[in-house]
Structure formats: C-alpha cells, structure tokens
C-alpha cells in the first residue's frame, strides 16, 4: 500500500471516529423527526452549561404565567385565527424545536414544536430585527404568494387586505403586549424528515419589535384549519405523537411521528374533548388527582371543561411545568406536603421544596383521565436544585391576571412519555418510553 492510499485511509478513519464521537452527527432525521431541548447541545441556539439546567429551568418556568395568559386568551376566541406563538427570549420560547426544510432546495429551519397553535411562520430575508437565520424566498424554484381571495387569508387575523380587489395577503399580529410581526401568507414546499408537503400555506414574516418571537419560527401541531395535520390533508390521517427527551438529556433528543405508522399498537387512551371556539387546543377530561394513596378533594366544577369560558384541561407542549387553578392546586399541594417532611421553602416558581433526604417517602401523583390513570414518575414530579441539595413538587397554580379556569398538563411531566394525538378518532393516548 503506497503513502497516498495510506493518507486516504487515516483520514477516512478519522472523520468516521470523529462522527461516531459526535452524538449530534447522528441525529439525523429518518422516518421521524428528532424533538430537539432548545438549550441542549444538537441545538444550534446558544445554550448554557450543563450543570445549570436547574436554574434554566427556573427560568422558563417564571415565564410560564405569560404562557398561561395567552392560552387563557386562545380558550376563551370566538373566532379561528393563526396566533403568535408563545415565546419568550431564545431560551425561554416553545422549549422544543425540530428540523424542517423549506423551499426547493431545502433550506433547513429549526423550529418550534407548539401544539397549541395552528399555523407556521418563519422570518424572511430581509427581516427587520430578525435572527440571523432567516428563509430566503428568492431562492426557492416552489416559492408562491397568496392573495387576499384564498380562503387560508380569510382565516388570518390583523388582515390587511382592500375590500375589492387581488392582492397580496398581508397580516399584523401581536403577542403579550411586547411583541409585534408584520408577514405575508406564503406557500412553499415542506419538507419533514421524508415527507414533503407541497404548498403549504405559511407567514413569512417581514418585521418583528419585541422579545418573544422564536428566532427561526414555529410549526402548529394544533387541530385547527391552518395546522400541520390540516394542510398535510390524507397524509398523516390526523395522527401524530411525539416523545419529549429530559431536558436534562444534553446530548440527545426525543422524536416526532407522524402519521399512523409506528405508532405504538398498544396504549392507553382517553377521549379529546373539543372546544368549537378555539379548536387549535387539545382539551382532555381530567376528572381527579391523587396524591400516593389519598384522592385530592377538588370540587368538580373546577375540573369541568366548559368551551364557553374555555376552562378545562389541556396537553400543551410549549409550557414548562403544569399548572392548576388556584384551589386545585393548593389541595394537591397540601396533600403532599402532609406526606413529605418539612420544613419547606422555595425556589424560584416552585413553592414546595424540601431537603433531598426525605424524597424516598414523597408519594406518586397520579391524574386521572376518563378511561387512564397517569401515575407520574418521580422525575416528572421533582425537580432538584443545582447543588442537589433540595428536591421541588415541580407543579405551580395558574397566575392570578388569568380568567378562565384553564388548567394545563406541561412538558415537564410530559417527559419521556410517548404522547399520541389521534384527532381522527378524538383520543389521546399516552405510554411510557425512554426519549432519550
């Protein structure tokens, strides 16, 4: 073997090592999307360190309450619209994101799994006070305009569109009182792992003010005319499921199936209920907690879904830790605290942190659905301070400035859980699965 075909060899050697060495290098997407934390090290969105996961989690969860407003405000909609997206700075926003590609030639985004919303939008070229990473039209051979006679335009709030007339579909919309976007509806190819959906209707923002916009966008995951599952049409067959990693899982991801294929053939499910006012929202009956062997007493009518006022429970993807109304979620707390051995004190949103040597007798919360029975694992349960030292109920109430009676089942107890949204038959199912 001469020294050329030597010098080949090492250096093949070495980028297949190198690769094997990268968990993120094989993170590439097959039959599924990867489910990708914000903060962890396969996101190109800067992240902080490892050790300090606690306290980034503290931080998302403070800006839970703008999140609870905002689907308080969603619940409560007499009318169909493509919102803005929860959000918050970049590592405050949805909490999960996964690669798509847009437009021919693909061009890759990393955005923002949100099952409270309908619709996609991404910043454009051009954008002002847009991230770097923006989606270059120009540049796709797929790329169309909408004008205001479609009937995706009519669906569209802060329409801008004359009385008379064909133009373009231009929209303004606003967010939690500090953030604005200015976009025009679009359509261009979508490319999701192995699937391409033509056409798909989406904002393409031109103007953002403000703080809370996902720097490179969001995908709807919701129930509504906009959504993913609406504009994919036969494709995934109104299916979907998804299983959320850790966040403490720095170097890995979870996954994003969609469509009816490989989804688990066994798993226990409970009906989704539908609010026609808001149908973006996956509305479940919750109908009880336990805390270990004890039934929380909670009066009935404040579990009770009412598509009026929009109270109820959801599943959300995008809020960190669940939340309750206030009286239900002070009985679970007391309950747990009667079980678990004080004092107690708190961090951050978390109200019901004890010395980490007495979580051997915290008890399991359960939530009963009608028809399943979720026993949480003590790690959906407990959040732990940096040190260690301190173990929290990883639960909070609803913020005050909140009207309706919306309680929302979070991601964190949402992980390492395989959740599946089956609208076609209005079900919801959930499993244990590792996601890591």
């Known amino acids: 073997m001469d020294f050329a075909t030597t010098t080949l060899l090492f250096f093949a050697l070495l980028i297949s090592s190198t690769k094997a060495l990268d968990p993120c290098s094989s993170q590439i997407d097959g039959p599924d999307l ?92 051009g954008c002002i006070g847009c991230s770097a990473t923006t989606f270059s039209p120009n540049t796709s051979s797929t790329y169309g305009s909408l004008d205001c006679s479609v009937l995706q335009c009519a669906q569209m709030n802060g329409l801008s569109c004359p009385a008379t007339g064909s133009t373009t579909c231009l929209f303004n919309q606003s967010y939690g009182g500090d953030s604005f976007i200015s976009a025009t509806l679009v359509k261009d190819s979508l490319r999701l792992a192995n699937d391409i959906i033509p056409n798909f209707a989406f904002g393409c923002i031109s103007t953002i003010s403000g703080k809370s916009i996902p720097p490179q966008g969001l995908l709807g995951l919701g129930r509504g005319p906009m959504s ?112 678990v051995k004080g004092p107690f004190s708190t961090l951050g949103a978390f109200d019901t942190c004890f010395a980490a040597t007495h979580e051997a007798v915290a008890p399991a919360i359960t939530f009963h659905f009608s028809g399943l029975d979720l026993t949480l694992p003590m790690e959906n349960s407990l959040i732990h301070s940096s040190a260690g030292s301190l173990a929290c109920l990883a639960m909070a109430s609803s913020p005050n400035n909140v009207n309706s009676g919306l309680n929302v089942i979070a991601n964190l107890q949402q992980q390492n859980l395989r959740i599946l949204f089956d609208v076609a038959n209005s079900r919801l199912g959930i499993a244990r699965e590792l996601c890591n």
């Open 228 to 339: 993913l599952l609406s504009q994919s049409g036969s494709l995934y067959s109104g299916v979907f499921s998804y299983c959320l990693p850790s966040f403490k899982s720095y170097y890995f991801s979870g996954s994003l199936k969609l469509g009816p294929s490989g989804q688990p053939r066994t798993i226990r499910t409970t009906p989704l209920l539908r609010n026609p006012h808001r149908p973006s929202l996956y509305y479940v009956n919750l109908t009880g907690i336990s805390v270990g062997r004890v039934r929380v007493p909670i009066a009935p009518e404040l579990l009770s879904f009412d598509p009026t006022t929009g109270s109820g429970t959801i599943i959300d993807s995008g809020t960190v830790i669940t939340r309750f109304v206030q009286p239900i979620y002070d009985a679970l707390r007391d309950e747990f605290r009667k079980q």
């Open 34 to 125: 990867s489910v990708i934390p914000i903060f962890s090290k396969c996101s190109p969105f800067t992240a902080p360190k490892p050790e300090s996961w606690v306290n980034t989690i503290i931080d998302m969860a403070s800006k839970d309450p703008q999140r609870l407003k905002y689907l308080s405000s969603l619940a409560a909609q007499k009318t169909t619209s493509v919102p803005i997206a929860s959000g918050q700075n970049v590592l405050n926003i949805g909490n999960y994101v996964v690669r798509v590609k847009l437009g021919t030639p693909g061009q890759l985004m990393f955005m923002v799994l949100d099952t409270s919303n309908d619709g996609a939008w991404v910043p454009c070229s």
